[in-house]
C-alpha cells in the first residue's frame, strides 16, 4: 500500500506542467548553465572585458523586468539557478532573476 502511494506521488510530481512566472529587471541569463556560471566567476574575478563578451557575443542577456516565462527547472532547496524558456529559447538565470511569488 505505501508503495503504491508513493509511486503515484512520484508519478503525479513527474507530471506537474511547468510553471509561468515572470522575470525581474536586471539579471543576467544565459543559454547555457556553464555560461551563466562562468560571468559569475568572472564578476569575482573583475573580468570586466571577458564578462562584456558573453553579451556582446549574444551567449548571455539581461532581462527586462515584468516579461512571462515558462520555468522549466525550478532552483529547488539549495539551488541557486533557474531554467526557464522565454520567446522558444531556453535561459538560465539566477533564482532572484525570476519571481516566484506571482501566480
Avoid at 505505501?2 to 541569463?29: C, D, N, W, Y
Wanted: proline share 3%; charged share 30%.
Amino acid at each position: 500500500m505505501k508503495r503504491t502511494a508513493a509511486m503515484i506521488l512520484v508519478s503525479f510530481l513527474m507530471a506537474t506542467p511547468s510553471l509561468a512566472q515572470v522575470t525581474v529587471e536586471g539579471h543576467p541569463a544565459c543559454e547555457k548553465k556553464k555560461w551563466f556560471l562562468e560571468i559569475h566567476e568572472l564578476i569575482i574575478k573583475k573580468k570586466k572585458r571577458k564578462f562584456r563578451n558573453y553579451f556582446d557575443t549574444g551567449k548571455c542577456i539581461i532581462l527586462r523586468g515584468g516579461k512571462k516565462v515558462e520555468v522549466t527547472e525550478k532552483p529547488g532547496f539549495f539551488g541557486k539557478t533557474t531554467e526557464f524558456v522565454f520567446d522558444g529559447k531556453k535561459y538560465w538565470t539566477d533564482n532572484k532573476g525570476i519571481d516566484f511569488t506571482i501566480k
